[in-house]
């Protein structure tokens, strides 16, 4: 293949792995699905490609989908049983942030929510709300017709609004300084402060470090402040898990804020909070080795600073 192909190739890689990352909810799978896209781009006859963007766009989509719904026919994804990788702030695969709707798209939140939808509900969400596509040329990548695009994108975006009950988008200093209030809520071992703290709809999801079956969940602020506070109650056996005390950093993931657990370099857990009218509305805490490789890799490069808990 000519220089000029894997140029064009290359040209197109980052948004082609956002759109993976969106669709797939994982780093690695999503690195996996872009190669196979060039690996079908070297193989084609790329002189009968009008539009290499387009083809390239329909390639990768649908090495997706085969992927999710392989997966799901062999119930390796089940909604409620895996949460999405979490990516650190300025991780190019993070994708187009220019919008709400765009940088909503990728926070764990609504990539857990994708989870429920079919794949082709899924892939039309993804490609209309974070890619602006329109159902014409949503059809033609998909394979279906306009007025099938637009039916799958109105059960996905019902689905979406209906559960994911926010009330629009956090100011960043505002959000952090919630975090603030709740990790020292957390750490003083009263539960009455982090009620205060919690909408009443709030929701806490956790993979149990990757050794539970099934996600852990907690609904009401009573039992999820219960929760939290056991989890951030330090114990030897918490500590021998980590290998060691982490430190406590806030950070952003997904475009939302997080604290980050580090023990040296390495990270061994991220909590990611949906911030609501100044309040917690839901949390994700991810602490399962093989969805960390990323964000593991990221923070070595990060710029940490100070953390706000020194050993925990």
């Known amino acids: 293949m000519d220089s000029a192909a894997v140029d064009r190739f290359e040209a197109g890689r980052g948004r082609l792995a956002s759109l993976a990352y969106r669709l797939l909810g994982s780093a ?11 690996l079908r781009w070297q193989a084609a006859d790329r002189e009968r490609i009008a539009v290499p963007e387009a083809w390239l766009t329909k390639v990768a989509t649908n090495i997706c989908l085969d992927r999710l719904r392989s997966a799901q026919a062999r119930h390796e994804r089940t909604a409620g049983a895996w949460l999405p990788e979490p990516l650190l702030e300025g991780d190019p695969m993070l994708g187009p942030a220019d919008t709400f709707e765009q940088r909503e798209s990728v926070s764990l939140a609504v ?7 079919s794949p082709a509900e899924r892939a039309v969400y993804v490609l209309r709300e974070a890619f602006s596509y329109s159902h014409a040329e949503i059809a033609g990548i998909l394979d279906i017709t306009e007025s ?7 059960r996905a975006q019902t689905r979406v609004a209906a559960e994911r009950r926010r009330g629009g988008e956090a100011d960043p200093a505002s959000a ?5 209030e709740f990790l020292a809520a957390a750490a003083s071992g009263r539960t009455d402060r982090l009620v205060a703290l919690l909408t009443d ?5 956790s993979d149990g470090a990757g050794l539970a079956r099934r996600l852990l969940s907690y609904r009401t602020p009573e039992r999820v402040a219960s929760f939290v506070r056991a989890g951030f109650k330090p ?31 390495r990270v061994v857990g991220a909590v990611a909070f949906d911030i609501s009218g100044g309040k917690v509305a839901a949390l ?21 600073g100070v953390p706000v808990i020194a050993a925990w």
């Open 201 to 205: 709809n709030v929701t806490a999801v």
């Open 235 to 265: 114990t030897p056996a918490k500590r021998r898990l980590a290998g060691g005390s982490p430190a406590m950093y806030l950070a952003r993931v997904n475009d939302s804020p997080a604290v980050i657990a580090v023990v040296g370099v």
């Open 284 to 304: 994700y805490g991810i602490a399962a080795a093989d969805r960390l490789t990323r964000l593991d890799g990221a923070w070595a490069r990060h710029e940490a």
């Open 111 to 117: 990539l857990t929510l994708l989870e429920r939808l």
């Open 28 to 38: 690695a799978d999503a690195e996996d699905a872009v190669q196979d896209t060039f």
């Open 148 to 154: 099938a695009s637009q039916q799958h994108a109105h």
């Open 176 to 180: 952090r300084r919630v975090v603030e």
